[in-house]
T-cell receptor
């Protein structure tokens, strides 16, 4: 079974703090993703990575950065947390299928981190 | 501009009846579609998917139908069970070798009534 874990289920931070959200997957997947989920807005892609040290901006990267130093770990960083970053953050991973030369669309999600910025 | 639309925020269905969840998309480059199910305080779990070369895919109680000309897909759950109560997200992807991430709809909250 694919397992994606996130370091915290709940987190409370103050405005201006630097926040690190960690995600680890144990299935040797090449691709990793960070989304945020807000009521009425669904899931929106923040950043993704298709290889170690590689990163790509998603739909809403402003105010965030990421780090992928190891294949299994993908970190989301809020440089200076703001109240509009209060949200549920979801990490996901998916494999790259070497024989077909393409990424597999099905993504496996972690349980999420509910972040409250005061 | 929303590329994947789920126009029903919620849907209430009686246990044992059919649940039909709808999804529309605007980007003609999308060619792979997925449905995810999400319980509160948990991450989404993959349910079923369909490639644009097909118009139907079935897995047990779940069937997804794709109408490419209308840019519309639907998820049918038959028969509906209490455990099906959850938020369902429609997602779309462009195949092409890259990991672009999925584009999600806003979700439909399905409530199965006893």
């Amino acid at each position: 079974d694919v397992k994606v874990t996130q370091s915290s289920r709940y987190l409370v931070k103050r405005t201006g703090e630097k926040v690190f959200l960690e995600c680890v997957q144990d299935m040797d997947h090449e691709n990793m993703f960070w989304y945020r989920q807000d009521p009425g807005l669904g899931l929106r892609l923040i950043y993704f990575s298709y290889d170690v040290k590689m990163k790509e901006k998603g739909d809403i990267p402003e105010g965030y950065s990421v780090s992928r130093e190891k294949k299994e770990r993908f970190s989301l960083i809020l440089e200076s947390a703001s109240t509009n970053q209060t949200s549920m953050y979801l990490c996901a991973s998916s494999p790259f299928e070497g024989t077909s030369g393409r990424s597999i669309e099905t993504q496996y999600f972690g349980p999420g981190t509910r972040l409250l910025v005061l | 501009d929303q590329q994947v639309k789920q126009n029903s925020p919620s849907l209430s269905v009686q246990e044992g009846r059919i649940s039909i969840l709808n999804c529309d998309y605007t980007n003609s480059m999308f060619d792979y579609f997925l449905w995810y199910k999400k319980y509160p305080a948990e991450g989404p779990t993959f349910l079923i998917s369909i490639s644009s070369i097909k118009d139907k895919n079935e897995d047990g109680r779940f069937t997804v139908f794709l109408n490419k000309s209308a840019k519309h897909l639907s998820l049918h759950i038959v028969p509906s069970q209490p455990g099906d109560s959850a938020v369902y997200f429609c997602a779309a992807s462009r195949r092409g070798g890259g990991a672009d991430g999925l584009t999600f709809g806003k979700g439909t909250h399905l409530i199965i009534q006893p």
